[in-house]
């Protein structure tokens, strides 16, 4: 249990780029190398060697050639679903199966060549993702590692402005128009003809007012 604990720590650490799924080979991720034995019974069991059943090693996981009849995986998430599948063969005595790493996963299925389940090993020691609806970033889940907890930020929608504005449209608002160009030319046409009126002259100004007489001189 220490040592899927340390190997754990460590995915954290590393952070960025250790989510894989089966059905692409992800870069720089993770993959499981399982320690398995068949006995001479032919049953697929764990190989008591190793104290523990499986590794995780870095790396991306590349699926091996198989023959004719193999076995196959699956890995399940937290959520009983399969995230990701591969194949493997095998012959009597140790056998080393990879697999790829799945951040949230809960367990790893083996079935023979019958497609009958022969071996079920418990992995989620060693998964970072609980799939819980927080993102735990102190656990290193983040939208590449744990996309399920995590959700990618999005651009917030734009805020409608609540400013009115001028209506040009409709009737009343070609009938205002109309009127403002009318009065302008009235008041321009009757600018115009006051100044050639007063440059030719002929508008009569009032006549001057008489000086009042001086105090004292009134009879």
């Known amino acids: 249990m220490k040592k899927i604990l340390i190997i754990a720590s460590c995915i954290i650490i590393l952070g960025t780029g250790l989510y894989a799924r089966g059905d692409t080979a992800t870069p720089n991720s993770f993959y499981y190398v399982f320690h398995l034995f068949q006995n001479s019974t032919g049953q697929l069991v764990t190989d008591r ?3 523990f059943s499986y590794d ?6 590349v699926q091996s050639a198989v023959g004719q009849f193999p076995y196959r995986g699956e890995v399940i998430n937290l959520e009983g679903q399969v995230t990701a599948q591969f194949k493997f063969n095998v012959q009597s ?3 080393s199966v990879q697999a790829p790493y799945v951040a949230d996963a809960q367990k790893v299925v083996f079935y023979d060549n019958q497609n009958q389940p022969v071996l079920t090993i418990p992995v989620s020691a060693s998964s970072f993702c609980n799939d819980n609806g927080i993102c735990n970033a102190d656990r290193g889940e983040n939208y590449q590692t744990c996309p399920k907890d995590c959700s990618q930020s999005l651009p917030a929608p734009p805020v409608a402005s609540t400013t009115p504005t001028p209506s ?8 205002s128009s109309i ?3 009318l009065g302008g030319l009235i008041l321009a046409g009757a600018g115009w003809w006051f100044f050639k009126r ?3 002259g002929s508008i009569s100004l009032p006549p001057s007012l008489p000086t009042p007489p001086a105090p004292g001189n009134i009879q």
Do not use: E, V
């Not at 995780?56 to 996981?61: K, M, Q, R, S, V």
């Not at 040009?168 to 009938?175: A, E, P, V």
């Open 49 to 51: 060697d190793f104290k």
């Open 56 to 61: 995780i090693i870095p790396g991306a996981f």
């Open 93 to 95: 005595g140790k056998i």
């Open 168 to 175: 040009t449209g409709g009737s009343s608002g070609l009938l």
């Open 179 to 181: 009127l403002y160009l």
């Open 198 to 200: 007063r440059g030719s």
